[in-house]
T-cell receptor, first 113, second 112 residues
Framework: EAAVTQSPRNKVTVTGGNVTLSCRQTNSHNYMYWYRQDTGHGLRLIHYSYGAGNLQIGDVPDGYKATRTTQEDFFLLLELASPSQTSLYFC????????????FGPGTRLTVL | QQKVQQSPESLSVPEGGMASLNCTSSDHNFQYFWWYRQHSGEGPKALMSIFSDGDKKEGRFTAHLNKASLHVSLHIRDSQPSDSALYFCAARVSGSFNKLTFGAGTRLAVCP
């Protein structure tokens, strides 16, 4: 089964702070995604990528940057964190073809005070 | 208004009972649908996909799709306490880069 890991698992920062969330997948999937999960909204797509160096804008990108450094690694950056970015963040990956099933990591809970 | 809407928000069924979850879309560009399940403290995991009109059965789980009305349902037969979880419906536009739009979820509780 596809393996997606995320770090850190929990993070607390203050308003205006810088945060980097990391994601690694070990299944050579082309596609990687960052989502945020909030009660009443489900999962919302922030940014996604179909390969190293590629970045696509998702549905809720404001306040977030992302970078895909390798096939395996995808980072989410919050340069001036705000309390509205307090959320549960998930990374996912999927193959280029086939069923396009997305495999999710365990999540990072971010609190911005 | 969310493009993918799920109902009910929460559902409680007795062990061994039938659970029925619903999903509707307001966008006729959505052609492919998924059900994902998330247990507490974990990431979502794909349960099943349905791309054609009609029923698709996998074990105790049956999905139904009506593309004309953009309605998808998930029925869980013989519900078990381990089925207690948050269930998401997700939709994809044909030809898109696997970009999924998720609903807000239905929380299912199966009571022993």
């Amino acid at each position: 089964e596809a393996a997606v890991t995320q770090s850190p698992r929990n993070k607390v920062t203050v308003t205006g702070g810088n945060v980097t969330l990391s994601c690694r997948q070990t299944n050579s999937h082309n596609y990687m995604y960052w989502y945020r999960q909030d009660t009443g909204h489900g999962l919302r797509l922030i940014h996604y990528s179909y390969g190293a160096g590629n970045l696509q804008i998702g549905d809720v990108p404001d306040g977030y940057k992302a970078t895909r450094t390798t096939q395996e690694d995808f980072f989410l950056l919050l340069e001036l964190a705000s309390p509205s970015q307090t959320s549960l963040y998930f990374c996912a990956s999927s193959e280029r073809g086939g069923s396009y099933e997305q495999y999710f990591g365990p999540g990072t809970r971010l609190t911005v005070l | 208004q969310q493009k993918v809407q799920q109902s009910p928000e929460s559902l409680s069924v007795p062990e061994g009972g039938m659970a029925s979850l619903n999903c509707t879309s307001s966008d006729h560009n959505f052609q492919y649908f998924w059900w994902y399940r998330q247990h507490s403290g974990e990431g979502p995991k794909a349960l099943m996909s349905i791309f054609s009109d009609g029923d698709k059965k996998e074990g105790r789980f049956t999905a139904h799709l009506n593309k004309a009305s953009l309605h998808v349902s998930l029925h869980i037969r013989d519900s078990q306490p381990s089925d207690s979880a948050l269930y998401f419906c997700a939709a994809r536009v044909s030809g898109s880069f696997n970009k999924l739009t998720f609903g807000a979820g239905t929380r299912l509780a199966v009571c022993p």
